[in-house]
């Protein structure tokens, strides 16, 4: 199997939690943010808050698309305040799946502290220079 971006994360915290019981004989992670807390830190600084402001852009007009459907489960209008892909995560997606706020939904989501427990072979690829997903030789310590 082969996850790219936010797919790799999933891909990797999946084969983490499923340790020897996943079907997959082997798998590679491309730019994955496997430290999603810190990829969301780093999406908001610097040169990479333009790509945060305009995916917060985009996901507030989808809200605004579906706001039949979210107010639901939550006020559309929530997203009007939000900037920033963590406004959003911290005001809408965190609260929708019972998450206190963004870090605590980010810190769930990581795989990183996974690695330790994946079964199969497992290639992960990052650009040392990627501004929000880069390579981290940390990630190897956790790795079995």
Known sequence: AIGVSL????LVKYLGEAEKES???AAVSLAGPLDTLRCGELLNAGFSS?????IASRLKAYVHRHAHM?????DPNIANDCRTVWDFD?????PAFGYSGAEEYYRSASSCGKLGTVAVPLLCLNSEDDPIAPANPQYADNAS
């Open 23 to 25: 079907p997959l004989k």
């Open 7 to 10: 797919g790799a994360n999933i």
């Open 70 to 74: 979210i107010s639901q489960i939550m």
């Open 90 to 94: 911290d005001k809408l997606t965190a």
């Open 50 to 54: 333009i790509y945060s402001l305009s």
